[in-house]
């Protein structure tokens, strides 16, 4: 329960308290961040302090974990700064980005095992031999467990969607259809006294405005249904849900940019509803 409490609480203060300014220049609020961190380990290693006052002490199972998440939370973060500001990574190279991403979440997950196996004596091996023998992990782990879900989900996998498209084009993000008209005119002729036939060609592209966050909510809402239909192995009714987004953006479709920038993100966001609600039904049923 601990090591499930730490995890939700790590996703809880990097996506959900970390705002888009602090993701822009996290160098600038970097103690922003860590001081959010701090905080939510502090109430989740509070409350099991609490819980087990008696058969537990302050110093190893309270402010050796807590120190050690915090600061290697700090450590990871900063090098990942100034390893982007070395490596100079452009907007187009948005799988490098992606790996960074995964990286960095991975080493934090690291670091809160090794947390709890360093100071508060939980084992890998016990972790592991639930999983193998498919046994129940309990009511509190199970609620915990679809919650970090939901969390990954939604924001995790949200903004792991962004940083793989990278940077959208205005034109491309508003973009709503393309048109041509023709027009045919006739003029008197001076020279021959006879009729000179004149043909105009208008084009026009329409744009409208984005709304970015109805566009979030919508993935948000994808993703959880798609999750929803997967853990109940509902897979024909998650082709519906394609179907209704290809229906609604058909306009869009006309412009190939658009219609593969909109393909790459749908597939992303399927992939990611899927493999989690398998995951979610391996580990409660």
Not at 15 to 30: A, C, E, G, H, R
Not at 146 to 163: E, F, K, N, P, Q
Not at 247 to 274: C, H, P, V
């Amino acid at each position: 329960m601990l090591i499930l409490s730490l995890l939700l609480a790590h996703l809880v203060a990097d996506f959900y308290l970390q705002t888009d300014d602090m993701v822009k220049d996290k160098q600038k609020y970097i103690k922003k961040h860590i001081t959010h961190h701090f905080i939510m380990t502090t109430l989740i290693l509070g409350g099991f302090l609490i819980g087990n006052f008696k058969a537990v002490n302050v110093l190893p199972f309270f402010i050796f974990p807590l120190l050690f998440i915090v600061v290697s939370h700090f450590f990871i973060d900063f090098v990942k700064i100034k390893m982007l500001d070395t490596i100079k990574i452009s907007n187009e190279e948005n799988l490098k980005r992606l790996s960074f991403f995964i990286v960095d979440q991975v080493l934090h997950l690291l670091m809160i095992f090794l947390a709890c196996h360093l100071f508060i004596g939980i084992r890998f091996t016990k972790i592991v031999d639930v999983f193998e023998e498919g046994s129940k992990i309990g009511t509190v782990n199970a609620w915990l467990f679809m919650a970090i879900i939901v969390v990954l989900t939604t924001s995790v996998s949200g903004h792991a969607i962004r940083i793989l498209l990278g940077s959208l084009p205005n034109q491309l993000l508003s973009f709503e259809g393309r048109y041509a008209f023709k027009a045919d005119r006739q003029e008197d002729g001076y020279a021959n006294k006879g009729k000179l036939g004149l043909t105009e060609e208008y084009h026009y592209t329409i744009f409208s405005k984005h709304d970015l966050s109805r566009g979030k909510l919508i993935g948000y809402l994808e993703r959880l249904l798609v999750l929803v239909l997967t853990f109940y192995s509902a897979y024909p009714a998650i082709g519906f849900i394609v179907a209704a987004k290809s229906i609604a953006r058909f306009k869009q479709m006309d412009d190939r940019n658009w219609a593969e920038y909109f393909l790459l993100g749908t597939l992303t966001s399927m992939f990611i509803g899927i493999s989690l609600g398998i995951v979610l039904r391996e580990v409660l049923t």
